[in-house]
């Protein structure tokens, strides 16, 4: 082999090398492109399904979580989707028709194309106690290992009620710590992890392996929340302008088993406001 063939080849792969290498050293991006919550939008979808699918996909947004069908079986809805090139990755079910419907939530959750089953609630009098979570627990156990066999993963949502102090830590870790991590998973609403003054990023780097869908919400600045799970939808705000360090969130969840997440507001003005969100996270993913 000529010495001037050898030194080309040599240079091509030492090239491809710092090439390849540069590729593994990039860093991968904060979140995939955020889905919504149909709750956002739930004046819009009461009056007009399919217009408000458009007017969704038009803001660019093609991955949506549902949790009210509007109406619709869940074979009308997946038509609907499937004309748009839109999908449903999670449909959230109140925790009544979860406990005692499982098997039909499994089924309407396979028809919508969906991946997870989210509830966000749990029916407690007075203030959420050990009792309440005990019982959620066993519940969450149950239904989730009968969604699992189907190819469904469970998540539950936290509503902010759950991290009222137990032992050493919250009613939160012991949900987390007393279900089977097989068969339950979570989903990080950012918002009601900071109202009742805990810290995402704690927990998202203590239980990294748990959570797999998060809530992108942001809280009005000034605002001093507490257990209620309950707060006036004036304190949603767009993300990024409000009292929630959304970027270290986010930098945070890259090291757990988040897959989608969702952009939800309660606030009036949603038409304006999710694109300005959305625009927002798109600009800190790296």
Request: hydrophobic content about 40%; charged content about 25%.
């Amino acid at each position: 082999m000529k010495k001037t063939t050898f030194i080309t080849l040599l240079l091509a792969a030492l090239m491809l090398h710092i090439g390849v290498a540069g590729c593994k050293n990039e860093a991968k991006p904060l979140v995939s492109d955020p889905g919504v919550v149909s709750f956002t939008f739930r004046n819009q979808f009461s009056e007009d399904v399919p217009g408000t699918l458009d007017m969704i996909k038009g803001m660019g947004i093609t991955n949506i979580e549902f949790s009210n069908l509007f109406g619709l079986t869940a074979d009308e809805m997946r038509a609907l989707l499937d004309e748009r090139g839109m999908v449903c990755t999670s449909y959230g079910v109140g925790y009544e028709v979860l406990v005692g419907e499982t098997n039909r939530v499994a089924q309407e959750a396979k028809t919508l194309g969906a991946k997870y089953v989210r509830v966000a609630w749990i029916p407690f009098e007075g203030e959420f106690t050990i009792d309440d979570a005990q019982r959620a627990a066993a519940d969450f156990n149950r239904a989730g290992e009968i969604l699992r066999a189907s190819g469904l993963y469970f998540c539950y949502h936290n509503h902010g009620f759950e991290f009222r102090p137990h032992n050493d830590g919250t009613l939160f870790d012991f949900l987390v710590q007393n279900t089977n991590p097989e068969y339950v998973s979570f989903e990080m609403d950012i918002l009601w992890v900071t109202h009742p003054g805990a810290n995402p990023v704690y927990y998202l780097e203590k239980y990294p392996e748990r959570f797999r869908l998060m809530h992108l919400k942001d809280l009005k600045k000034g605002v001093a929340g507490d257990y209620s799970g309950r707060t006036p939808r004036e304190n949603d705000v767009v993300l990024g302008t409000g009292q929630i360090d959304i970027p270290a969130v986010l930098k945070a969840s890259k090291n757990t088993n988040i897959e989608f997440y969702y952009i939800e507001d309660e606030s009036q003005d949603v038409v304006e406001r999710v694109p300005v969100s959305r625009a927002y996270i798109l600009s800190i993913m790296e």
